[in-house]
């Protein structure tokens, strides 16, 4: 069984910048494809980035292409979410994810299989 715990969320102003990160225990860590989600009071929880195991294939939500940056280290377990030029819109609780098969990036929830308990950003405007 794979245990995800993130850290790294705060209160940040609009066009700051952030870093997310999740540690992995209890799996072979460079065999998942990891991810990052969010949810919003309200809302459904959406898609953010992934990146895949063996050639670290990235994929991005279009709301956050060009601001965000996923990122993984196998040797320390661990993977990334670099976040610049904040929005208010970014406000969320920020859930790090992970699956195993195929090394294909994948936007659904519904195919992770591992998930933390969510670490909450705030952007302030």
């Known amino acids: 069984q794979v245990q995800l715990v993130e850290s790294g969320g705060g209160l940040v102003q609009a066009g700051g910048s952030l870093r997310l990160s999740c540690v992995a225990s209890?799996?072979?860590?460079?065999?998942?494809?990891t991810g990052w989600f969010r949810q919003a009071p309200g809302k459904e929880r959406e898609f953010v980035a992934t990146?895949?195991?063996?050639?670290?294939?990235?994929y991005y939500a279009d709301s956050v292409k060009g601001r965000f940056t996923i990122s993984r280290d196998n040797a320390k377990n661990m993977v990334y979410l670099q976040m610049n030029s904040l929005k208010p819109e970014d406000t969320a609780v920020y859930y790090c994810?992970?699956?195993?098969?195929?090394?294909?990036?994948?936007?659904?929830?519904?195919?992770?299989?591992?998930w933390g308990q969510g670490t909450q950003v705030t952007v302030s405007s």
């Open positions: 994810a992970a699956r195993g098969g195929s090394n294909v990036p994948r936007s659904s929830p519904q195919m992770y299989d591992y």
């Open positions: 209890g799996g072979t860590f460079s065999n998942l494809n």
């Open positions: 990146i895949t195991w063996g050639r670290g294939t990235t």
